[in-house]
């Protein structure tokens, strides 16, 4: 009698569960996904006005002059020149004095499709939000802009964290709940 009792519950409570779990783990794609894509949207413009400059201007556009930030240190945005074969023409950021190499793969795609969006991770525990742009007019080139995805991955961490416990709490609200009503409707009978 005692086993059909905790079926019966768990046979009721089951499909909340489900539901709640598929709820949650929405809820958190959604946010993070949100979170991530925007986090492309300054390297997006850098990219795209820096690619139009050189494009349209007979000498290449002058980064040299701004300072260079460390990318493993630094929340700031940065810029790569690339000539057409993939080398370095200029560049804002760099990793402890060296402009990090991005794989050649991003080039070809670049070049095809005129842009590539990713998650680059020139070193460990260095992730970048990067937009590169392919670009041709007098010269020939991408233009890659970027920048830490730290303070990202931070809100997704919490995210992660809050999506969890209120999962946790929902499946025991609804656990609690099938118990008592399950327990109301046995004194009715």
Same mark, same amino acid.
């Given at each position: 009698m005692v086993y059909s009792k905790e079926m019966n519950v768990l046979r009721r409570w089951l499909p909340l569960a489900i539901l709640t779990t598929c709820l949650s783990g929405l809820m958190y794609v959604a946010v993070q996904q949100t979170l991530r894509l925007s986090a492309n949207d300054p390297q997006i413009q850098l990219a795209e006005d820096t690619a139009?400059? +050189?494009t349209t201007q007979d000498d290449t556009v002058q980064i040299t002059s701004l300072p260079k930030i460390d990318i493993a240190k630094s929340l700031? !945005?940065?810029? &790569? &020149? =690339?000539? *057409?074969?993939?080398?370095?023409?200029?560049?804002?950021? @760099? &990793?402890?004095?060296?402009? !990090?190499?991005? !794989?050649? /793969?991003?080039? *070809? =795609?670049?070049?095809?499709?005129?842009? @590539? %969006?990713?998650?680059?991770? !020139? %070193?460990? /525990?260095?992730? &970048?939000? *990067?937009?590169? %742009?392919? =670009?041709?007019?007098?010269?020939?080139?991408?233009? +890659? *802009? /970027?920048r830490s995805l730290r303070e990202v991955e931070k809100r997704e961490d919490r995210l992660m964290r809050q999506v969890g416990l209120m999962w946790v709490v929902t499946l025991a609200a609804t656990l609690i709940g099938v118990l008592v009503t399950s327990t109301s409707e046995k004194r009715k009978k």
């Open positions: 139009l400059k +050189l700031s !945005p940065f810029v &790569i &020149i =690339y000539d *057409a074969s993939g080398k370095v023409v200029s560049a804002t950021g @760099d &990793i402890e004095g060296e402009t !990090p190499e991005v !794989p050649m /793969g991003v080039f *070809a =795609y670049t070049k095809e499709h005129r842009e @590539d %969006r990713f998650t680059w991770q !020139p %070193r460990q /525990g260095v992730r &970048i939000a *990067a937009v590169m %742009r392919h =670009y041709s007019g007098r010269t020939t080139g991408y233009v +890659l *802009a /970027g």
